[in-house]
Nanobody, 124 residues
Framework: QVQLVESGGGSVQAGGSLRLSCAAS????????MGWFRQPPGKERERVAV????????EYAYSVKGRFTISITYAQNTVYLQMNSLKPEDTAMYYC?????????????????WGQGTQVTVSS
């Protein structure tokens, strides 16, 4: 059974940075999809960034493009989300997820394993 453990959340002022980490166990990141999703208070969960590891293809939500970067360290089976220029609207619970890769794509419905989440709070 896949286990995903997130860390790195916290509170930061607008304009600041945070780096989230997600350590995967009982799962091989290579040739699969890894992603970060978030759920703001009172809102639906939304997709933030995904990576099709087999081809290195990344996708970002429009709201975070140019500010967030998803990356992987294969040796540590860990995926990261570097978040820069944070805004109050980035405040949310952030979840790491693992899924199946189809061609070069990572479809949201094919993410099947989730971490417990890590809270990110950005104050103005």
């Amino acid at each position: 059974q896949v286990q995903l453990v997130e860390s790195g959340g916290g509170s930061v002022q607008a304009g600041g940075s945070l780096r989230l980490s997600c350590a995967a166990s009982r799962y091989t990141i290579d040739n699969n999809c890894m992603g970060w999703f978030r759920q703001p208070p009172g809102k639906e969960r939304e997709r933030v960034a995904v990576i099709a590891t087999g081809v290195g293809r990344t996708e970002y939500a429009y709201s975070v493009k140019g500010r967030f970067t998803i990356s992987i360290t294969y040796a540590q089976n860990t995926v990261y989300l570097q978040m820069n220029s944070l805004k109050p609207e980035d405040t949310a619970m952030y979840y790491c997820a693992a899924g199946r890769q189809f061609g070069v794509y990572c479809y949201t419905e094919n993410f099947y394993a989730w971490g417990q989440g890590t809270q990110v709070t950005v104050s103005s």
